[in-house]
């Protein structure tokens, strides 16, 4: 994967459930973003990067599973001026496996946001869909 000088910041998300295990949400946000450096409260869970490499296994799914238009269309339904964002099902992510979903209430513990802005955020969506 070869990422493109475009500034962004990546932030992640995940709400922690009473009936949760905070090191188990962990743990799913670990399995897809290796490299996040995670920061928990009693509520949430966040991780905040400019590191495109923390996107490699989302890139890798992308163009192994030949998923451009999906994530391509979600990143283009949310985008709102430099910033776009998607969710990952947080079950899935556990088992380290990444699952796109197109609506909160498809992961049934809430699901893992990933947001990204950049100037450039055509740039980046360009990157993570058509490997430009």
Known sequence: ???PNISCKIEIFASINLSEDPKKI???ILNI?????IKTDNSSIISNSKDLYLLEKIYDI????????????QLEKNLENDSTW???NKQAAFVG???LCEEAEESP???????????NI???IDWLILGN
């Open 97 to 99: 496996s990444v699952a």
């Open 86 to 88: 998607f969710y990952l």
């Open 122 to 124: 055509d740039g980046i």
């Open 26 to 28: 962990e743990t799913a």
């Open 109 to 119: 513990l809430g699901p893992i946001k990933v947001i990204l802005t950049s100037s």
């Open 62 to 73: 992308i163009h192994s599973n030949q998923s451009q238009k999906i994530y391509q269309r």
């Open 1 to 3: 994967m070869r990422s």
């Open 33 to 37: 973003f290796p490299n996040a450096k």
